[in-house]
């Protein structure tokens, strides 16, 4: 179990308190410090966090709710105290105990903007409390009376494990005599104080001094742990909530951030889908490309790879003689472009062989032709046919392949 920071807020002052460290063992570990909210958050690294209250800023009572289910009850306890409550329920805050044998449920209201205030404080120190109590429900309770805490002029009076009472010590002998009328003056009240009872104000009550060497905070210290604790963070306080409303702000941003990442990712979707469209439309006519320049071929699995491999083919690679398409072609297209008279009518490439349709002005020009593509090309060249056409040209065919085929 980590160690606990203990705060306390003094009466009407939101901005000073006192702190102490506790061990797991409820054990003070560190010296009793007062100052600002924010110079207690360096004791609070590694801690469970405990903040009381000033009891004056807390009224404590019982409703009758003739239901057992929690939501119920917190719902219907404002509006059946109502009448018994100078304030505005909306204003109140309304702590729910255990529900008592009587079956009555103890309740501690508190005003809302008191909340809002310590927890703004607390906020703005970076302290983020696990636990909230009035200070009353922090004096040790003891069995068959009642608790009293003398804390300067403020009288701190615990008279059950979910009642008591913070109050000016000089009104401490009308609450007492308030308590005789009504038959519940206590036998004995236990006294936790370090300031001397003065006997005029308790002089009708046994007092037992419970000892004082501690102070105040450590007296506090080991009451707090001796009953189930009323939460005051519970309700619209709870750290549920709490986080509610820190996230409420930008609930309008993450909206529409969300909205943002919708829309991009409709748009993204549209997006692929056209691309899918266009690369369906480019696989193929891809594909009719490839059909087109190799009608021979059966299966086109991947018209890319496979125009690759048709062109390197063609090529003949290195060390296969020079006899491929393109090889040829450029063997013959340097002698057939500057050759005068010769017109390539068409071409086509099989097994190695360049068999070129042309044009010639005459026979002589032809066979000159071919004295130039061995001389110049470097290939060996065959004249296939030779047939004279209309208007005196000769329409002949010539099979190119490399020199040494």
């Excluded at 000033?54 to 939501?71: L, N």
């Excluded at 044998?101 to 508190?110: E, F, I, L, R």
């Excluded at 401490?172 to 009872?197: G, N, S, W």
């Amino acid at each position: 179990m980590p160690d606990t920071l203990l705060i306390r807020f003094a009466p009407d002052d939101m901005e000073t308190v006192t702190w102490l460290r506790l061990d797991a063992d409820g054990q003070p570990a560190s010296e009793l410090q007062a100052g600002l909210v924010e110079q207690a958050t360096a004791g609070a690294e590694g801690c469970r966090v405990v903040v009381l209250i000033p009891g004056t800023d807390v009224t404590f009572t019982e409703a009758e709710v003739p239901t057992q289910s929690r939501q119920r009850v917190q719902r219907a306890v404002p509006f059946a105290l109502e009448d018994q409550l100078a304030d505005e329920i909306e204003d109140l805050h309304f702590v729910i105990g255990p529900r008592t044998d009587s079956g009555a449920y103890p309740v501690a209201v508190v005003r809302r903007e008191k909340m809002d205030a310590w927890l703004a404080a607390l906020m703005s120190a970076d302290l983020n409390p696990q636990l909230m109590l009035p200070d009353v429900l922090s004096v040790p309770l003891v069995a068959g009376g009642w608790s009293l805490l003398l804390d300067s002029d403020i009288a701190v009076l615990r008279n059950g494990p979910w009642s008591g009472y913070a109050m000016e010590a000089d009104l401490l002998p009308a609450l007492i005599q308030i308590a005789a009328d009504d038959d519940e003056t206590p036998d004995a009240i236990h006294c936790y104080t370090c300031t001397p009872v003065r006997s005029s104000i308790l002089d009708a009550i046994r007092i037992i001094d419970e000892g004082c060497e501690e102070d105040v905070m450590q007296v506090l210290a080991s009451g707090y742990t001796g009953s189930e604790p009323m939460n005051l963070l519970q309700g619209d306080y709870s750290r549920s909530e709490q986080l509610s409303r820190l996230l409420k702000p930008w609930r309008a941003s993450a909206a529409l951030l969300v909205a943002g990442i919708v829309l991009y990712l409709a748009q993204l979707g549209i997006e692929y889908a056209r691309l899918e469209k266009v690369r369906t439309a480019l696989a193929t006519e891809m594909e009719q490309v490839y059909r087109g320049a190799f009608p021979d071929s059966r299966k086109v699995v991947n018209p890319a790879v496979q125009m690759k491999q048709k062109l390197a083919a063609l090529l003949g690679e290195q060390g296969k003689g020079g006899t491929g398409f393109l090889t040829l072609l450029s063997k013959a297209g340097s002698v057939l472009h500057i050759e005068k008279g010769i017109e390539i009518s068409g071409a086509s490439f099989r097994d190695g062989r360049l068999d070129v349709e042309v044009q010639a002005t005459d026979l002589q020009t032809l066979d000159r032709l071919k004295q130039q593509l061995i001389a110049k090309g470097g290939v060996k060249v065959e004249i296939q046919s030779a047939t004279a056409s209309a208007g005196s040209r000769v329409q002949g065919r010539l099979r190119i392949q490399g020199a040494e085929s």
